[in-house]
């Protein structure tokens, strides 16, 4: 009788289990809302983050050139608002995502900035290159994190289609650029990390800023090549 009830308690304990992970039905209106919840930024920034003196490392990808193009606008507001100068801004091209955590390991161990964004979009298609590279590309990131004590901020959309990339790196028709709230966290977690150290608050803008130019980086604002000056070297 006992070996029974237990048999069947197991049958149902296994019922249960395994219909956690059946995907529940939603309506085209419950999809529509969370579409709209997920675009929205939940996350609040104090008006007192001052990165007047931090340097901040940009690594965008060359795929989905339309849409980390508008990212890489969002972390310049972001970053503008936490008063970094603009020539303390610098940016950095990849191919693409798969590339972005080798850039991030070089740019953190030259030690001349002091923090890491890391921008790209990956859409998911027919096949599993989607996965593949999302799962690399996101352990890759927090591995430069923890080895190089510097961080680096996933600035990476990881999405199922077009109209979500859209409401992610716009501010138009209800949508938010995330890439502000990037901005943003890399000043915060600069901070952060800086006090932890024992350093005050801020950075040592201007040391070893010479670095940064034969690895191919620029200024955050437009680098126009002017009468006399010689064009920037590429990454190395």
Request: with cysteine; hydrophobic share 35%.
């Amino acid at each position: 009788m006992i070996s029974r009830t237990l048999y069947a308690l197991t049958l149902s304990l296994a019922a249960s289990s395994s219909s956690a992970f059946v995907p529940a039905t939603h309506s085209n209106t419950n999809n529509a809302l969370a579409l709209k919840m997920a675009a929205e930024s939940e996350v609040a920034f104090s008006d007192e983050l001052d990165g007047s003196e931090l340097r901040i490392g940009v690594l965008r990808t060359r795929w989905n050139d339309e849409q980390v193009s508008s990212l890489v606008d969002g972390i310049k507001a972001g970053v503008k608002e936490c008063k970094v100068p603009d020539d303390n801004l610098f940016i950095k091209e990849v191919p693409g995502a798969y590339e972005l955590p080798y850039a991030a390991k070089l740019l953190a161990m030259s030690g001349t900035v002091d923090a890491i964004i890391c921008c790209g979009v990956l859409i998911k298609g027919d096949t599993y290159h989607f996965e593949y590279i999302s799962d690399a590309v996101t352990k890759g990131i927090m591995d430069v994190n923890l080895s190089t004590m510097t961080p680096v901020i996933y600035g990476v959309l990881n999405c199922l289609d077009e109209e979500q990339v859209k409401k992610r790196c716009s501010n138009e028709d209800g949508g938010h650029n995330h890439g502000e709230d990037w901005g943003k966290t890399a000043v915060e977690m600069a901070i952060m990390r800086k006090e932890a150290l024992g350093g005050k608050k801020g950075g040592s803008a201007g040391k070893n800023l010479k670095e940064l130019a034969p690895m191919g980086f620029g200024g955050g604002s437009d680098d126009k090549k002017k009468d006399g000056e010689t064009e920037k070297p590429g990454f190395f």
